[in-house]
């Protein structure tokens, strides 16, 4: 669920040109920001929709919330470090706290809740359950005035529907725990800290990323060790392997591109990913695992891609 803030930081140059186009409009459509929206978006289908298998495996030496705090602290640590040497501004009080709050919301409710649950549910459970975003951040967004447009609406429904049909197969049961509860709000979570990044301090630019993934990867440490959680053997190096990914491409990469869309586009737009990643998913079993891919199945992943184009195309009248 696994959500923010500005481009992709693959170089220290990248870095210093995102921090100075984090100032624009969040709903700016400029042809020069079109083309970092669309890597950002294209990240985002593709990378996030990865993190579900990385952290099943990396799940198998690491206990969750030390899993999912060192992903952030680590990702997090590299990036105030690669700033702060290429002169970026130390966040003031006031936005430590907003990143403080908006951490809170997204990686430890939001991620840190899936990875948490993914101890006892089935991955297509998980996924319905993330592919609710977009609805509770169209939710939410109304509440501070701006409701999606009639078309958004379609799209968001319809590329709900087509996640329930694409997971039917799957079986979508699981016994009633801890693990179902943390999920059922995850996704709430999420799209709530979505929505209020855009109205609380935060520091500029890609400083953002890093004071969140800073703080939130610090709670979950705390709150991962404070539950008795511990390493207690050499992890595999199939997990160390995942943990790469997780930092890499799911936090350095992913959550810094989904926060420059927040600050650039809507935000239906920007959380029509839940709605991919689980097609993504799909690709990657049939292509790494040789799974089948049914007939209800494709037209599902139709449905799917048909809502995300209406969301992508959809502006308010």
């Known amino acids: 669920m696994s959500t923010q803030h500005a481009g992709i930081p693959q170089t220290t140059d990248a870095i210093e040109e995102g921090s100075r ?37 990396a799940l198998q030496s690491f ?13 997090g640590a590299l990036m105030f470090v690669i700033l702060r040497s290429r002169g970026a501004a130390m966040p003031t009080r006031k936005e430590w706290l907003g990143a403080i709050v908006i951490g809170v919301l997204l990686l430890i409710g939001g991620n840190g809740g899936v990875t948490f649950a993914e101890q006892w549910v089935p991955s297509g459970l998980s996924a319905v359950a993330t592919g609710a975003v977009p609805l509770w ?21 319809l590329g709900f529907a087509g996640l329930l049909l694409l997971n039917l197969g799957n079986g979508l049961t699981a016994n009633w725990s ?13 799209a709530l800290g979505s929505i209020l990044s855009q109205r609380v301090a935060l520091p500029k630019g890609f400083m953002s990323t890093a004071a969140q993934l800073l703080c939130g990867g610090v ?4 709150i991962g060790l404070g ?11 199939s997990a160390i392997w995942a943990m790469l990914f997780l930092i890499i491409g799911g936090s350095l990469v992913a959550y810094t591109a989904y ?26 079993g049939v292509w790494l695992a040789g799974e089948q891919v049914t007939l209800t199945g ?18 308010k009248h």
Do not use: C
């Open 21 to 57: 186009a984090q100032t624009t409009s969040p709903t700016s459509d400029k042809p020069s920001n079109r083309l970092a929206i669309i890597i950002s978006m294209i990240a985002l289908y593709i990378l996030w929709g990865g993190t579900y298998l990385g952290m099943r495996i």
């Open 63 to 75: 206990p969750p919330f030390l899993l999912a705090g060192i992903r952030f602290l680590i990702a």
């Open 137 to 157: 951040a169209a939710l939410f967004a109304g509440f501070f005035g701006r409701w999606p447009s009639r078309f958004e609406w379609i799209g968001l429904v």
């Open 178 to 190: 801890l693990g179902t509860t943390v999920l059922l709000f995850s996704p709430i979570s999420w």
């Open 219 to 222: 709670m979950l440490v705390a």
């Open 227 to 237: 539950s008795g959680e511990r390493i207690t053997q050499v992890p595999s190096m």
């Open 259 to 284: 926060g420059y869309l927040l600050s650039h586009v809507r935000a239906s737009l920007a959380t029509s990913y839940a709605y991919v990643n689980p097609v993504v998913a799909v690709a990657v």
């Open 298 to 315: 494709a037209i599902a992943m139709m449905i799917i891609l048909g809502g995300v184009v209406l969301v992508t195309v959809a502006r």
